[in-house]
């Protein structure tokens, strides 16, 4: 767990070590990292941001599938 880049705290002010980090991850670890920092702001508005993503591709292809 120490050697797992996290979130840096400082005064109000988040510094993100993990993006560099985060796509050298194995699906589990990147599924743990998730888990364990859920609770700091950037990564709910990240999994927000993700959902929503793929909200909007999943109704451009019923979309393209209902013209077809």
């Known amino acids: 767990m120490e050697n797992r880049p996290c979130y840096i705290m400082q005064e109000g002010n988040t510094t993100i070590k ?21 609770s700091l702001i950037e990564v709910q508005m990240m999994k927000s941001a993700w959902a929503n993503a793929l909200w909007v591709i999943e109704r451009q292809k019923q979309k393209s599938e209902s013209t077809a």
């Open 18 to 38: 993990i993006r560099s980090a985060l796509p050298f991850m194995t699906p589990a670890e990147q599924a743990q990292w998730f888990q364990d920092n859920d």
